[in-house]
């Protein structure tokens, strides 16, 4: 297991990772303020909220549904952080971003768009040093490695992982359990994924095209959909934590551990093979579905 649960920044998770780069960016365009949206549980919004407190930033979220009575899990981080949240309804994807800009540009801000996940080539960036990382910690280990299985959702961590595989000549299986059924901009995701890889490429100077044939992405553990928690997950949750003292969280490693299992019982993956689950974090999250975990 490669442990991004462990990242390091505010409880870890993925999005540290593009965040290096995508903030990077932000501080070289002197932008004052970041701006990016999610759902209301994001992982990915806390810890935008938390690198802009450790930058000196201001942070704006534009999160899906209505205010709560009671802040809990990522929520709570995010006003730990002082992050302004603009609340969206059934826009959970950063739909209202550009109006949230103009107001700021109008009060004389400077606003940089972190796009939903994190996930642009600058993002992507990111786990292109990650699969860097993981052949160096490799090269300590005596065993070889055949596949990459974890969440993919906004595609950033999975055309990432495709580009890196390429830049450091890894020849391993690179399989993403679909997470959410909606495609990303209008484009089915593993198209999406696609692009994204391979505009990081060219940043990257990579010559080779990555094909449709690289992108592994199971779609068949969506069950009821976005951040809606079944007996794949939460099974994945018990088995992950009593077995191996490690948690996983609800909506997303927690279903991309629960295909894992599955792709095991249906004989796809086998002991033969020397599979990395790599986990990508949420682990606050849990703190707030305690009740449908439990039920
Ligand atoms: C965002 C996220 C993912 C998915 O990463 P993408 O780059 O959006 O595909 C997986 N796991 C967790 C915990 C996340 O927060």
Redesign the pocket.
């Known amino acids: 297991m490669k442990r991004d649960d462990q990242s390091g920044l505010a409880l870890g998770?993925?999005?540290v990772r593009k965040l290096e780069y995508l903030v990077g960016d932000a501080l070289d365009q002197q932008a004052d303020t970041l701006v990016s949206g999610g759902a209301a549980q994001s992982?990915?919004c806390r810890q935008t909220a938390a690198a802009a407190a450790m930058t000196g930033l201001a942070c704006h979220l534009a999160l899906g549904g209505e205010a709560p009575d009671h802040l809990e899990g990522n929520l709570l981080l995010d006003a730990f952080f002082n992050a302004k949240i603009h609340w969206c309804g059934d826009q959970r994807k950063g739909e209202t971003i550009p109006d949230i800009c103009r107001a700021l540009v109008k009060e004389g801000k400077k606003p940089y768009v972190i796009p939903y996940?994190g996930?642009n080539a600058t993002g992507a960036l990111g786990f292109v040093d990650a699969m860097t990382e993981l052949k160096l910690q490799r090269a300590t280990c005596h065993s070889s490695l055949s596949h990459i299985v974890f969440?993919?959702?906004?595609?950033?961590?999975?055309a990432g992982l495709l580009v890196g595989a390429s830049v450091n000549e890894m020849d391993v299986d690179i399989i993403g359990i679909g997470?959410d059924k909606e495609e990303m901009e209008g484009v089915a995701l593993d198209q999406y994924i696609l692009n994204l890889a391979n505009e990081a490429a060219s940043r990257k100077g990579v010559e080779k095209t990555i094909t449709s044939d690289n992108v592994s992405l199971v779609m068949d553990y969506v069950g009821g959909g976005y951040g809606v928690v079944g007996h794949l997950e939460k099974e994945a949750l018990q088995l992950t934590a009593s077995l191996e003292g490690i948690l996983l969280?609800p909506v997303?490693?927690g279903r991309a551990m629960g295909g894992l299992i599955d792709l095991i019982r249906n004989g796809r993956l086998e002991s033969s093979h020397n599979v990395l689950f790599w986990h990508?974090?949420?682990t606050p999250a849990l703190f707030a579905y305690g009740e449908s975990l439990l039920r």
């Open positions: 998770g993925n999005k992982n990915h996940g996930s969440a993919s959702s906004s595609g950033g961590t999975h997470i969280d997303y490693t990508t974090g949420g």
